[in-house]
């Protein structure tokens, strides 16, 4: 798995999930247990269950592997891209593309990256900023329903300075 697969996917976890992801070692397989008194350890105190839970939803997104005794160990990831006597290629034609979308610029990508790093990269991207966009809607629908409001509290209180007015010209004509 690559740095930025597993940025996004890390990312997307719930932080209880994080915190028992923090638990589990890198190198051999541990049991629930042993993951659970880990967190303990850490600070990070989680139940046994929510653990088994947790874990079961790392697995299934592939940031920890399980063996068939029911135990954990984190899926390796890679910090860079491995490149064993390759003479530098040119950029390949899915990043050509993205540089004439105007998604991404030879200057702001890393010389390092694949291209399906930077996918995943974009995608993180886009995702954050899906979410910020949905946080903008519900701000202006929040705007929306106090401006009709302000709306309403206005019309009432011009039909009530209508009525006075009325009853004000009444009275100084019968006057």
Not at 5 to 30: C, H, N
Not at 74 to 101: F, G, I, Y
Not at 131 to 160: P, V, Y
């Amino acid at each position: 798995m690559n740095k930025a697969r597993f940025q996004a996917l890390i990312s997307g976890m719930t932080s209880v999930a994080q915190k028992v992801y923090e638990g589990v070692p890198a190198a051999d397989f541990w049991t629930i247990h042993q993951i659970v008194s880990e967190c303990g350890r850490l600070g990070r105190a989680v139940q046994y269950d929510v653990a088994q839970g947790c874990l079961a939803k790392l697995h299934d997104a592939g940031l920890v592997m399980r063996n068939e005794h029911q135990q954990f160990k984190r899926t390796p990831v890679r910090e860079h891209r491995q490149v064993a006597n390759q003479v530098e290629q040119k950029p390949t034609t899915m990043a050509s593309a993205l540089v004439l979308a105007g998604i991404g610029t030879a200057a702001d990508k890393e010389p390092d990256e694949a291209p399906l790093d930077r996918l995943a990269t974009l995608a993180a991207r886009a995702r954050a900023m899906s979410n910020d966009l949905r946080g903008l809607a519900e701000d202006m629908e929040n705007a929306a329903l106090a401006a009709e409001e302000h709306i309403q509290r206005s019309q009432a209180e011009l039909q009530e300075f209508n009525a006075l007015k009325a009853i004000l010209h009444k009275t100084l004509k019968v006057a």
